[in-house]
């Protein structure tokens, strides 16, 4: 089973920024696809940012485009998601999720493809203030 531990959320100021980290259990040489995913209050989940581990495409919501940045340390297996310029609307719980590495390219629609991940970490919230 492959475990994802989240860590940097906080409470910032508009305008501030965050970095958050996932420590990724297990390394596959092939590669997954990766990615934070955040649930806003009364809202359900919505892909933020993703990136295919073994190379390719990082793709970016509309609304973080600019001002979030996704990376991915091979080295130590973490990902991270640089948040800049954050505003009170990316107030959420933030998570760090993968799918199984069982195909070469992140799967479905950046935005809406919750669905194609089979591990998630615990959530870590983000709250952004006036």
Request: proline share 2%; aromatic share 10%.
């Amino acid at each position: 089973q492959v475990q994802l531990v989240e860590s940097g959320g906080g409470s910032v100021q508009a305008g501030g920024s965050l970095r958050l980290s996932c420590s990724v259990s297990e390394y596959t040489r092939r590669g997954r696809c990766m990615a934070w995913i955040r649930q806003l209050p009364g809202s359900g989940r919505e892909g933020v940012a993703r990136l295919y581990s073994g190379g390719g495409n990082v793709e970016y919501a509309d609304s973080v485009k600019g001002r979030f940045t996704i990376s991915h340390d091979k080295s130590e297996n973490t990902l991270y998601l640089l948040m800049n310029s954050l505003k009170p609307e990316d107030t959420a719980t933030y998570y760090c999720a993968a799918d199984s590495g069982a195909y070469a390219y992140c799967r479905g629609d950046p935005e809406s493809s919750a669905y194609i991940y089979d591990y998630w970490g615990q959530g870590t919230q983000v709250t952004v203030s006036s």
